[in-house]
């Protein structure tokens, strides 16, 4: 394999409940293994059925806590020695929060940093060493545009996007030559169940539209996309904004 195009080997979609990360599973599952790894894995029957459906030749599940990062190692040891090589690993697990009670709570501040930050960081780190002693892989890290630079209206979850961004970032560098390809998604605000109720943002976008750029970006070999991209030009422009006015910018 080259620089371009998709690994063969197993799908593993870390995040099994995931609106994203299922429409991109659906989209690389013709002829593949799959396995969704989620808690209450026993309950993912309505997401095996639908990835079946989508042509996978088989679907497995796999009980996966984020937050426990100790378990990480053993777990996806496991997963490689029973489903075979790794073709791609799809990380879409995380959290939102809530703002208002992160900036009173330091328990659900440090939460929402530990599920969107710490627990992608272990998660990446023992997928990295996997796919590297293979030789070759993919690895799909959702960042989001709130990391880009963060606001003062979700600083807690955009502050935890912006970790993660740079660990990514730095990771990538680190595989270079390695035969293993990672991926940096940075979204904007996405339709879906983790956004219900909120008002969309301009340039919105859907998790089937997050997951065609997905699947596209992986097959020309892409460091990272931004959806819509559009989002790159006007986020390099935020960048300029002086901070009195971006500090009244709302989410």
């Given at each position: ?23 991109v ?37 796999i ?40 900036e ?52 807690v ?51 089937g ?43």
């Amino acid at each position: 394999m080259g620089t371009r195009g998709l690994v063969d080997g197993a799908v593993l979609l870390l995040g099994g409940r995931s609106e994203i990360g299922l429409e991109v599973a659906r989209r690389l599952a013709p002829g593949r293994v799959v396995i969704l790894g989620a808690r209450r894995s026993d309950e993912l029957a309505e997401q095996c059925a639908e990835i079946a459906a989508a042509g996978a030749s088989a679907v497995h599940t796999i009980e996966f806590d984020a937050d426990d990062s100790a378990s990480h190692p053993a777990l996806l040891e496991k997963v490689a020695a029973e489903h075979g090589r790794i073709g791609i690993a799809v990380l879409a697990f995380g959290v939102l929060g809530d703002q208002r009670r992160a900036e009173k709570d330091p328990a659900h501040a440090t939460a929402i940093l530990h599920t969107d930050f710490v627990a992608q960081a272990s998660v990446l780190t023992v997928l990295a060493n996997l796919l590297r002693t293979q030789g070759e892989g993919q690895l799909v890290v959702f960042s989001s545009v709130a990391g880009v630079r963060v606001r003062r209206a979700n600083y807690v979850y955009g502050s935890a996007k912006a970790g993660l961004d740079g660990f990514v970032s730095g990771l990538a560098d680190a595989l270079h030559g390695s035969g293993v390809r990672l991926l940096l998604v940075r979204p904007g605000f996405v339709i879906g169940r983790m956004t219900e109720g909120m008002s969309p943002a301009p340039f919105s976008s859907t998790p089937g539209q997050v997951a065609d750029a997905v699947v596209k970006g992986l097959r020309r070999g892409a460091g990272r996309v931004w959806v819509p991209r559009i989002l790159q030009p006007v986020f390099f422009a935020m960048r300029l904004l002086p901070r009195p006015i971006w500090r009244r910018m709302p989410r």
